[in-house]
């Protein structure tokens, strides 16, 4: 069964130090998402992408985060200068929207610790 | 913005009991997603209902989405052990891409 992979799935990083996230989405599926979940917490939107450009983000995707889709299989999450409160799990996700079930397919996840 | 509250937020069963988790919303919802997060894992989708007054079932799973698409349910019946995880409620926003999610259920079963 086709999944979503995600590199690494543990990051320790220093403060004010850059973290890309790495994404390949399932193949055929043409929306891309990164969703963050803080330890015991809700999974919260960061931002959706679509046709090579973000589609919409949240209030919590600000000028620090970047994604990018550099090829025709990677889905990458920049984070410029980590703060001790980017520390979370980072769940990428794909689905086809044309699809009937609506589904998110969602990533195993990359453990992002900031110190 | 909207978000789907979802109760109650902690739930401990008997194996074999039933029970059943709410989400509910101020505004009409356009859908609801069901999620399930086994500890440590990540959000698996379950189910989406769409239309007023939906009943799924997946196995010992019943969804259902109220007839005035402001609240759904998820009902398990005999719990087993491979239930435990977190049950999240999720609505695509009418006009938006993102999924949103409510705060979750936990759920734990004591064997």
């Known amino acids: 069964e086709p999944e979503v992979t995600q590199t690494p799935s543990h990051q320790v990083t220093q403060m004010g130090q850059e973290v890309i996230l790495r994404c390949v989405p399932i193949s055929n599926h043409l929306y891309f998402y990164w969703y963050r979940q803080i330890l015991g917490q809700k999974v919260e939107f960061l931002v959706s992408f679509y046709n090579n450009e973000i589609s919409e983000k949240s209030e919590i995707f600000d000028d620090q985060f970047s994604v990018e889709r550099p090829d025709g299989s990677n889905f990458t999450l920049k984070i410029r200068s980590t703060k001790l409160e980017d520390s979370a799990m980072y769940f990428c996700?794909?689905?086809?929207?044309?699809?009937?079930?609506?589904?998110?397919?969602f990533g195993e996840g990359s453990r992002l610790t900031v110190l | 913005g909207q978000q789907v509250m979802q109760i109650p937020q902690y739930q401990h069963v008997q194996e074999g009991e039933d029970f059943t988790t709410y989400c509910n919303s101020s505004t009409t919802l356009s859908n609801i997603q069901w999620y399930k997060q086994r500890p440590g894992g990540h959000p698996v989708f379950l189910i989406q209902?769409?239309?007023?007054?939906e009943v799924k079932k997946q196995k010992r799973l019943t969804f259902q989405f109220g007839e005035a698409k402001k609240n759904s349910s998820l009902h398990i019946t005999a719990t087993q052990t491979t239930d435990v995880g977190t049950y999240f409620c999720?609505?695509?926003?009418?006009?938006?891409?993102?999924?949103?999610f409510g705060k979750g259920m936990k759920l734990t079963v004591n064997p």
């Open positions: 209902l769409v239309k007023s007054g």
């Open positions: 996700a794909s689905s086809d929207r044309d699809q009937n079930t609506g589904e998110l397919f």
């Open positions: 999720a609505e695509i926003q009418g006009g938006s891409e993102k999924l949103v």
